[in-house]
């Protein structure tokens, strides 16, 4: 039994911190990822901001979103209606947890490695890993739009994601390019934190 948990175990938590991982990074390259969008859709057009005032407003609601400390949201230049407010509140509790368990991978990553034995991942589990994203992958690439849909109707309870631009201007800066090259990010972290463990012997 200690021995089937130890096989269990051990590639869960590659698992978790390959996603942990993939959601931190595209969390840090989101900000770079949302400069370029801005630059070239001419989103601050759309709002009738500059390019500093709409990376000001989204630097506010970044911190939001990965600082437990920042309880209330408030943009400088793009107003937030409540059903908003409460989706960006639910996407916050999502990041938080994925910062947790990225923080807790590492401690014990580097735990097992100075004290007890390394955790392993096998070439064959690292393989059956990677494919698990591999199998949505065409359905987000041709429809990313309803990939998109499916993706907050699993980890959402409500429609609150379904934002209006009339009340939520910021929806006209968050586009959808920007989405799918933030899903992109992530989805290559996640891969190439397993792909390392095809080149050990």
């Known amino acids: ?53 709409v990376m000001s407003n989204y630097n506010q609601l970044l911190l939001y979103l990965v600082w437990p400390g ?25 990041f938080i947890l994925a910062e947790l368990v990225f923080l807790l991978c590492l401690a014990l990553s580097s735990y097992f490695r100075n004290y007890k034995k390394p955790l392993k991942l096998t070439q064959t589990q690292a393989l059956l890993l990677m494919l698990l994203p591999i199998v949505v992958m065409p359905f987000a690439l041709t429809d990313f739009d309803s990939f998109f849909r499916v993706f907050h109707t699993f980890f959402f309870r409500n429609d609150n994601w379904l934002f209006d631009p009339a009340t939520d201007p910021v929806i006209n800066v968050l586009t959808e390019g920007f989405f799918a090259s933030c899903f992109a990010v992530g989805g290559a972290i996640y891969e190439l934190y397993l792909a390392r463990y095809l080149l050990k012997k």
């Open 70 to 94: 920042q309880t209330k949201l408030q943009m400088s230049n793009l107003p937030t209606s409540a059903s908003a407010a409460a989706h960006f509140a639910d996407a916050k509790n999502l």
């Open 1 to 53: 039994m200690k021995k089937f948990l130890s096989k269990l175990g051990q590639p869960l938590f590659h698992f978790f911190f390959a996603v942990s991982s993939a959601v931190v990074g595209a969390i840090v390259v989101s900000w770079p990822l949302l400069l370029l969008f801005t630059l070239l859709e001419k989103t601050y057009q759309t709002v009738n901001l500059t390019v500093g005032q």
